[in-house]
């Protein structure tokens, strides 16, 4: 659990202040477990592997390559899946070689997405499937200094559509349980933020930045545990629709990538 800790951005299973997020991100899992086909599955940006464990568990028979700068945690290695550690830039896998890609919360971390667009769809077949996912810009707190860009629904179908022939856009949208939860951590999030009118955090260095941001992430959740509690959440409090502006992310579908090779 210590970079959960330490950056508040990237998460790992055992925190219990942490735990609605990890049910907002395990939702895109379980909704690409059931659409995801085979035999070779990629997830570009896979963090700590808890994600690739669980697709590598559900489809014991698709081989599962994930990829991330760091090395996954020592819990996510599995017989069927191959963990790679390099640059989502300089990717060393041959051309439409993966029936499905799966790439979940890593646009938004990018100040220019196309070399990342471009690999994958020089990576998928071209009957493949390719699965995005972001926050949604319209209810972000706009806060976590890791990320460069968020977007909005219209804006990210533009950009993909630049890239793949066909883009269907999902969202996945929080359940009245857990959507209170997001409410009232935004509610703290914007209390918190009032003291900075100007905004003269972002001109701190980045290192000190990234601190702040992470104990406001312990802050605000540790608020909301003694004060309201938080949720007992799971999969099962997000549903994944048509995108709508109070998804808390949105859930691309790219099919019928444009070649550059």
Known sequence: MSETLLTGERLQPGSE????????????Y???????????????GCG???????????????????????????????????????????????ARCFTTI??????????????????????????????????NRLVSDGVNPWHVHEYEAEELRGVLAEHFHEVEMLGIRPGPRVAAYFEARLARIRKIMRLDPLGLRKRLPPALLDWLFARLALVVRRGIQQDEG????SVDDFEVARAAPEDIDLLAVCRRPRRSD
């Open 17 to 28: 202040l942490f735990s609605v997020d990890l049910a907002r991100h395990r939702a895109a």
């Open 30 to 44: 379980a909704w690409a477990i059931r659409e995801a086909r085979g035999p070779r599955l990629l997830e570009l």
């Open 48 to 94: 700590t592997g808890y994600g690739s464990a669980e697709l590598a568990d559900a489809l014991p028979e698709l081989r599962i390559v994930a990829v991330d700068r760091v090395k996954p945690g020592p819990d996510a290695r599995r017989p069927n899946a191959d963990y790679l550690q390099a640059d989502l830039r300089g990717l060393p896998l041959s």
């Open 102 to 135: 799966v790439s979940f919360q890593v646009i938004e971390h990018l100040e220019d997405p196309s070399p990342y667009l471009r690999a994958i769809a020089r990576l998928l077949e071209p009957e493949g499937t390719a699965f995005l996912t972001t926050p």
């Open 230 to 233: 938080l949720p007992d959440a």
